[in-house]
Structures are given as C-alpha cells and as structure tokens.
C-alpha cells in the first residue's frame, strides 16, 4: 500500500531527527563546531563564511530546513533575529535546548519551528535573508515554495542557496565509483571488488544512486525533476553562482583515511576536479547561489 502523505511527513521528521541526534552526539550544533568537520573543510566553509559576513545585526533571517539548527544559530549570533524552520520535532529539540543553554551569549535571537515546507505560509516582506541548505531537493512543490519565499522577502532582499540541481550524469558515476572502488573507504575493498561483479553493467547506476542518496528518505530527490536555478530566476536578480566540483563531495563523504592524510589529498582532488568541470569534462550538480529579491 502507498503511504499517505502524512506517514511521508512522519518518515522524513524519524529520519532527521535520528541524523540530528547522531551529529548532535558528534560535535555541539554550533558552526564553530561544524567547521571542522571534513566535509564543511573541504566543500562548504568558503560558502558558509560568505553567507555569515553580509548578516548585519538587527537584520531578520530565515533558514528553510534547519535540522539542528545551527546555521540559524549562527546567524543570530550575527546578530539576526533568526527563525528555523524544519520538518523533523526531534531535529527542533535538540536545536532549541542547545540554544537555551548559550543564549546568554547570543547577540541575536534563534527560534526554532516544525514546519511543512511545502505548505508554508509566510508573511509578506519579512526578512532580509532567507537561506536552504541541502532542502530545495527535497520538496514536491517547489514553485509554490520560490514562490512564498519571494513574498517573504523585503525588496532587496537576499536568497542564499546551497542545494544540487538535476541528476548525476554517468560520466560523474563512473568517476565517483572509480575513485571510491580505488581509494580506502568505510567499505572493505572485498566488498567493492565483489559489488562491481555482480552489478557490471549496473555499477554506475548504482554508483549515482549513492551519490543522489536515492530512497534515503521518502522526499529525498523529490524536487529532483524540478529546475530550482531556472524556477529563481523567475523571481530574482541572480547576483553570484558558485558551482560546486563534481566528484568531491562524495569522495570526502566515503574516504576513510585520517583527516592529516585525507584533508590534503582532498583539497588537491577538488582542485583537479572543479578544473574538469569547467572545461566540461564532469558534470557537476552542486550550485551555491546568490540571488537578490528586486529593490522594486
């Protein structure tokens, strides 16, 4: 029997809430913390940092798809009146009992919200900033979404974007699981050598459905089909896009070397890589955008 709706919502909201409360139990939902974690070294703290730098104190923020929460925390100690919202309530808790215990601290404020993205309601020109990390893939109903978060939006108002946009292409798959079978990674190599014979053919389908997390959730790649870039550029003057390397990404996520190894080797495979990419070698998916809300 197809599950309704709501058992969707509930899988996705046990699904996040159990990532939350693994990582929570990893490292405190704080950027200072995530930082440091490998994949934030070597793909996303230029981005990040970037986003956090235009945050002025007294501006309102937005961050669709929270988790934890810290990236809206971050922002509030900016010195934004931050709000996160998520899908996941154990996401939710955990972020608002580790705010209580810094809030002191904060210059800003952090609320903290369970929300259904695709049916959001927000108030019309509300905030300066408005960030989705890794959630616009996610939703079904994208349009209506783009859609509200451009009401939602002062005039001249920012819309931060890191997300993927489309599918793998094979070529990405073939290089991804090269490297992958190659490379010492949380799966023995006895494992990789007997996959490979048994799925032939079949190798690099599999290898993008890794890399897209296919079936990880039940939304997860459900605004696949949709083009996000192209939907924004309906509502938005696109000021910066930053094209992530192909490969990267999911190479980081999969070695399995310590970070004193693993931290340069990486740092020179996404230079090699984001080089392929721009002469058209690789097809990347991953795109951080900037995109500004008309003054008028």
Same mark, same amino acid.
């Given at each position: 029997m197809e599950a309704t709706y709501q058992q969707q919502l509930d899988g996705e909201s046990a699904l996040w809430g159990a990532v939350?409360?693994?990582?929570?139990?990893?490292?405190?939902p704080e950027w200072r913390y995530h930082r440091q974690q490998r994949q934030n070294v070597i793909m996303h703290t230029t981005d990040i940092d970037g986003l956090l730098a235009c945050i002025q104190p007294g501006m309102t923020a937005l961050e669709?798809?929270?988790?934890?929460?810290w990236l809206t925390l971050a922002m509030a100690q900016q010195g934004a009146d931050a709000l996160g919202l998520d899908i996941s309530a154990p996401a939710i808790d955990i972020a608002r009992a580790?705010?209580?215990?810094?809030?002191?601290?904060?210059?800003?404020?952090?609320?903290y919200e369970v929300a259904d993205l695709n049916t959001l309601q927000l108030l019309p020109e509300?905030?300066?900033?408005?960030?989705?990390k890794g959630v616009l893939h996610h939703l079904p109903d994208l349009d209506r979404v783009i859609a509200q978060v451009q009401c939602a939006l002062k005039p001249g108002g920012l819309l931060w974007v890191s997300d993927t946009n489309g599918d793998e292409s094979t070529t990405t798959a073939l290089v991804a699981g090269a490297l992958t079978l190659l490379l010492p990674t949380h799966v023995p190599y006895r494992d990789k050598l007997s996959g490979l014979l048994r799925f032939r053919g079949q190798a690099a389908n599999r290898v993008k459905a890794s890399i897209q997390a296919d079936g990880l959730s039940p939304f997860e790649g459900a605004g696949r089909e949709h083009?996000?870039?192209?939907?924004? /550029? +309906?509502? @938005?003057?696109? /000021? +910066?896009? @930053?094209?992530?390397?192909?490969?990267?990404g999911y190479v980081t996520a999969q070695l399995a070397l310590p970070d004193r190894v693993a931290i340069p080797f990486l740092r020179v495979l996404y230079k090699a890589d984001r080089a392929l990419v721009k002469r058209g070698l690789l097809h990347n998916t991953g795109v951080v955008l900037w995109a500004r809300k008309p003054a008028s």
């Amino acid at each position: 029997m197809e599950a309704t709706y709501q058992q969707q919502l509930d899988g996705e909201s046990a699904l996040w809430g159990a990532v939350a409360a693994q990582q929570a139990a990893e490292c405190p939902p704080e950027w200072r913390y995530h930082r440091q974690q490998r994949q934030n070294v070597i793909m996303h703290t230029t981005d990040i940092d970037g986003l956090l730098a235009c945050i002025q104190p007294g501006m309102t923020a937005l961050e669709l798809g929270c988790n934890a929460g810290w990236l809206t925390l971050a922002m509030a100690q900016q010195g934004a009146d931050a709000l996160g919202l998520d899908i996941s309530a154990p996401a939710i808790d955990i972020a608002r009992a580790y705010y209580d215990t810094i809030r002191a601290c904060v210059p800003g404020t952090a609320r903290y919200e369970v929300a259904d993205l695709n049916t959001l309601q927000l108030l019309p020109e509300t905030y300066d900033v408005i960030a989705a990390k890794g959630v616009l893939h996610h939703l079904p109903d994208l349009d209506r979404v783009i859609a509200q978060v451009q009401c939602a939006l002062k005039p001249g108002g920012l819309l931060w974007v890191s997300d993927t946009n489309g599918d793998e292409s094979t070529t990405t798959a073939l290089v991804a699981g090269a490297l992958t079978l190659l490379l010492p990674t949380h799966v023995p190599y006895r494992d990789k050598l007997s996959g490979l014979l048994r799925f032939r053919g079949q190798a690099a389908n599999r290898v993008k459905a890794s890399i897209q997390a296919d079936g990880l959730s039940p939304f997860e790649g459900a605004g696949r089909e949709h083009n996000w870039l192209s939907m924004i /550029e +309906q509502y @938005f003057t696109l /000021e +910066q896009r @930053f094209d992530h390397p192909a490969v990267t990404g999911y190479v980081t996520a999969q070695l399995a070397l310590p970070d004193r190894v693993a931290i340069p080797f990486l740092r020179v495979l996404y230079k090699a890589d984001r080089a392929l990419v721009k002469r058209g070698l690789l097809h990347n998916t991953g795109v951080v955008l900037w995109a500004r809300k008309p003054a008028s």
